[in-house]
């Protein structure tokens, strides 16, 4: 070991977490509810997960297997680096597994894999209120929720079906949480929406630039908002994952030319890897070593 | 009042990772509300703080939150040791308190004159930390509480020995007031369990 001085584990000091473990509490008192926090600069910019970051380094403890993902990735730049960035200040074992991660920071998705109770999903959320771009002031969204004035809400996906005749709206879709507060499920695609119901884990939601901590407990009512005549609908999709075959799962399309070649592959990385190494193979899938050899 | 060294002895031998597990103790219990969970702690409290009062002090209360503390404790040198411990002021108004601590058999009259948070901030409340008896996951002595509501799947049975007479009313009233109200935590000796201001209480 160095004799050079580190960091307090988890990188933040004691006074921030206590500060972010009391929001924490009171988010998980008040699902769905902002709990405004005193955000720290964090070494990484705003954008980069700040808000996720800050509430995993309140949360985390040494016995933690952390696993990190960006768009259901474990090995993109944002999920990697954040990976090392908690691997460097609290020296915590990490996964790419979501089945044995006790804590799954992400951006924008959720695994494939059913949440088991016990594990924690912590969201990067770039815009914590869901009224905001319908009311640019905070005052007014803020009373907004005190009222539970959410007609606006109502008026905006009226206005989708409207213009294109279904609610074009396809991620960060609004949600309302135990039959109160109307939540930004982050920039998940509403594929996702209907995992948040119910869940098993805990979903803890942190907003670094915005200052904002809200929370989903486990086994809590999470609705997509919607109309009798225009139910909620998730996206679907024709093809199967290219490399895995799955069906019903979100598929990211890649496209491989400029001769219109694409090709459609799981976005959730460990759950197509999982499968393939189970022997399902998809039409794209390179051929194994051996078979080439 | 003088400090004495009761209120200097103690504290966390590893305030870093002690915090962090008791404090997850109280995420999953708040998530879990009626979870019974057991800490290890060795923070020394004065009587008549129980072990499970004393870490949650230490975890969450600093120079930020004053502490409210009932009549009993009040008299002890709990306050003395909170103060010194974590940089936590005392307060006598119920209102200003962001955490309040109460001793077994300290009976609650009312839960409203604590600080409820406003319709906007119904997060500026006061958590209470309220000392029983005894909490039980199964049927034996105390009083059976059907707790349901978030975090609950369907319901959940818990006993607790020594719960205030006035504590269903007192709950009740609080329920009421969602979002506004305050969150409870229940502490044995080395036992807690967290009531959030969701959880529904029927007997």
């Known amino acids: ?293 | 009042m003088t400090i004495t060294s009761d209120a200097l002895s103690g504290g966390f031998s590893e305030p870093v990772f002690q915090s962090q597990s008791v404090f997850r103790m109280l995420m999953d219990g708040m998530a879990r509300p009626g979870l019974i969970q057991r800490i290890v702690s060795d923070a020394g409290q004065p009587e008549p703080l129980g072990p499970a009062a004393g870490a949650i002090a230490l975890t969450l209360c600093d120079h930020e939150t004053p502490v409210f503390l009932s009549a009993g404790l009040a008299k002890s040198t709990v306050g003395a040791w909170i103060g010194f411990h974590t940089g936590a002021t005392l307060t006598r108004e119920k209102a200003e308190a962001r955490f309040a601590f109460l001793e077994a058999g300290a009976a609650p009259t009312s839960f409203g004159l604590f600080a409820l948070g406003s319709q906007e901030y119904p997060d500026r409340s006061t958590t209470l930390v309220l000392e029983v008896k005894a909490l039980h996951e199964e049927a034996g002595a105390g009083q059976k509480l059907t707790l349901s509501g978030p975090g609950i799947l369907q319901s959940r049975d818990i006993w607790v020995e020594g719960l205030p007479e006035s504590f269903h009313r007192l709950w009740i009233d609080n329920r009421a007031l969602f979002p506004r109200g305050i969150d409870v935590i229940l502490t044995a000796d080395t036992d807690l369990l967290c009531l959030p201001r969701t959880t529904r209480v029927g007997a």
């Open chain 1, 1 to 293: 070991m160095t004799e050079l001085a580190s960091y307090n584990f988890a990188y933040l000091d004691e006074q921030t977490k206590r500060m972010i473990r009391r929001a924490i509490l009171k988010a998980i008192a008040i699902p769905g509810y902002q709990v405004p926090f005193a955000s720290r600069e964090m070494p990484m910019p705003y954008g980069w997960g700040t808000g996720g970051v800050q509430v995993t380094a309140a949360i985390i403890g040494p016995e933690d297997v952390l696993k990190v993902i960006d768009q259901g990735a474990d090995d993109t730049t944002n999920a990697v680096s954040i990976r090392a960035f908690f691997q460097k200040v609290a020296d915590v074992a990490v996964t790419t597994h979501t089945a044995d991660a006790t804590i799954i920071q992400t951006r924008h998705r959720i695994p494939e894999r059913k949440l088991s109770e016990g594990q924690v999903l912590v969201y990067q959320v770039p815009i914590p209120e869901p009224l905001r771009f319908l009311e640019p002031r905070e005052t007014e969204t803020r009373k907004m929720h005190a009222l539970e004035e959410y007609g606006l809400m109502h008026v905006k996906l009226y206005e989708d079906i409207a213009r294109h005749g279904r609610i074009s709206t396809t991620y960060a879709y609004p949600v309302k949480v135990a039959g109160r507060y109307v939540m930004d499920p982050s920039p998940t695609p509403k594929f996702d929406n209907p995992k948040m119901h119910m869940s098993e884990a805990l979903q803890l939601f942190g907003a670094g630039r915005e200052k904002r901590i809200y929370a989903v407990p486990p086994h809590t009512d999470v609705v997509s908002l919607d109309f009798e005549d225009h139910p909620f609908e998730i996206q679907r999709f024709e093809q199967s994952c290219a490399l895995c075959a799955a069906h019903g799962v979100y598929l990211d399309e890649v496209v491989l030319d400029d001769k219109g070649g694409r090709m459609f592959v799981c976005s959730d990385t460990d759950n197509c890897e999982d499968r393939r190494e189970h022997g399902h193979s998809g039409e794209m899938l390179a051929p194994s070593k051996e078979a080439a050899e």
